[in-house]
């Protein structure tokens, strides 16, 4: 096994506090590196092998730590994408009423977001809300690879032309267009043999 560098003090911290939010310039920043040097320090660290291991190990004493893994994020999102309405407030002619949390199922109090409720002289007010439904169905949509987020670049001449698409197929046809029509050769050949 290589031998590996010793992280100087401003290097451990970097380690510890680029893990708090994935941002190679405010960890430097808070590492204690002048805000002239942190952006070429923050790349300069994150291409270190030796700083790329440790936020590998230190990565993996926080998830063992929290016992957190992908199944268990994965089912936490799930929690949020399929909560149900229905199983938190009952709703009719008579009005609204929240079913007790003690009634709840098992898990369903960690996709509320917010209760409150108020009482005034003019009545009473009741807030519920769950966290983000679509936020977390785009996450574990992406998780699973159900939409592919593709950026396709074609050069022509200097002339750049950006792609993004979000499935397959519309990649495939645009790519096919765009090269079609940067092609010098479809401008003067025809479709129809004989004629060009």
Known sequence: MPKVAPLSPKQKRFVEEYLIDLNGTQAALRAGYSLKTAPVIASENLRKPYIQEALRARQEQLRDANAV??????????????????????????GIRAVPSSELPEGATRAVAEVTETITDKGRTFRFKLHDKKG???????????????????????????????????LEHTVATLSARASPQSSTESSEPGTG
């Open 69 to 94: 893994t992908p199944e268990r994020v994965i089912q936490e999102y799930a929690r949020l994408a399929f909560a149900d309405m229905a199983a938190y407030v009952a709703w009719g002619p008579e």
């Open 136 to 170: 977390a169905l785009d996450s574990l949509a992406k998780h699973l690879g159900m939409f592919v987020d593709t950026n396709v670049t074609i050069n022509q001449d200097n002339r750049s032309i950006n792609v993004n698409v979000d499935h397959r197929e519309a």
